[in-house]
């Protein structure tokens, strides 16, 4: 029910208005009473207004409630992924100058003349199993650990026999003993099964074995075979970078690029050279170029902070 206003309540009686006539507002001064005494006043028109006075008040038009036409609602503003970033345009790096090459091998040549495999062996198998043991661990840790391998398993079909579990607690301290152990297993069982348990001498065979690839395949060439390979690690990777050599980042393409650079006779004592000279001087975090006798044939890219 509406709710009547003050006015209202207070006059009981309606008070229907005449048309025509103008609603006469209380003025500062003026009382109530007499505001009212001027509404009910009786218009021209005698007897009649008197009558209209009190007639009931005409039935008017229904005043229809305005609904609101429902709005509109806005769609969200579709989001436009910004323009991806075109990468920098990666300049072509010149082909190294051949008498920097140069004069960078002869001088490793005179700085690492003992420059030999870091890992333990008698054999091209146990070369073999050594350089798969040496992923991701160090060259000590493996020639600790090698010995009492080899002792257990003297070729390659006492590994394709062995137990699992057996294997992989001698070569446990190497880490990723599991994986590194179904590796050899499945290594020697190919040599066995396909060479007649003797590692065979070319890289198209030794890469054709489970386990093995480009790296440890040149490790067994170059120093078991005498066959030049060259092996690229982490620490040939980052010195074919600084000293301005390939910018390729992938190991097989690092090794193609280096191919012809380096004489074909070399490349096996490259290898040895660049990761003597990585251990030594050419450190990953602040190598130290103050002390390096590179350091006149060395463009240094990507050092940022060196001692």
């Not at 009547?4 to 009686?13: F, L, Q, S, Y």
């Not at 039935?59 to 990468?87: D, F, H, I, M, Y």
């Not at 960078?104 to 146990?126: G, I």
Request: hydrophobic share 40%; aromatic share 4%; net charge positive.
């Amino acid at each position: 029910m509406a709710r009547k206003p003050p006015r209202r309540r207070r006059d009981p009686e309606p008070r229907p208005r005449v048309p025509g006539s103008k609603r006469t507002r209380s003025a500062p001064g003026q009382g109530r009473a007499q505001a009212r005494a001027a509404t009910r006043a009786v218009t021209p028109g005698g007897a009649g207004s008197a009558h209209r006075a009190h007639a009931p008040k005409p039935p008017g038009r229904v005043a229809l409630r305005r609904t609101s036409a429902p709005k509109r609602t806005q769609r969200p503003a579709r989001r436009v992924a910004p323009a991806a970033k075109a990468p920098p345009r990666r300049t072509r790096l010149a082909r190294p100058d051949p008498a920097r090459v140069a004069s960078l091998v002869q001088l490793l040549e005179r700085l690492y003349p003992e420059a030999q495999c870091a890992l333990h062996f008698d054999t091209p198998l146990q070369l073999l199993i050594a350089t798969i043991l040496s992923a991701q661990c160090t060259d000590e840790r493996v020639n600790l650990t090698t010995p009492a391998l080899f002792a257990r398993f003297p070729d390659a079909a006492a590994f394709a026999a062995a137990e699992l579990p057996e294997l992989e607690s001698l070569i446990r301290s190497t880490g990723f003993f599991r994986m590194k152990a179904k590796a050899i297993q499945s290594c020697c069982a190919d040599i066995v099964a396909k060479h007649g348990g003797a590692v065979p001498r070319t890289l198209e065979e030794l890469t054709a074995l489970r386990g093995v690839g480009r790296k440890t395949a040149n490790v067994v060439l170059g120093n078991a075979y005498d066959t030049p390979g060259l092996v690229v690690d982490t620490h040939v990777t980052r010195l074919s970078h600084r000293l301005g050599l390939t910018r390729e980042k992938d190991a097989v393409k690092i090794e193609f690029a280096l191919m012809p650079l380096i004489p074909q006779p070399k490349w096996t004592l490259f290898s040895h050279w660049l990761i003597l000279h990585g251990r030594r001087v050419c450190v990953a975090r602040k190598p130290r170029c103050s002390v390096c006798p590179l350091a006149a044939l060395c463009p240094r890219l990507g050092v940022t902070a060196s001692q």
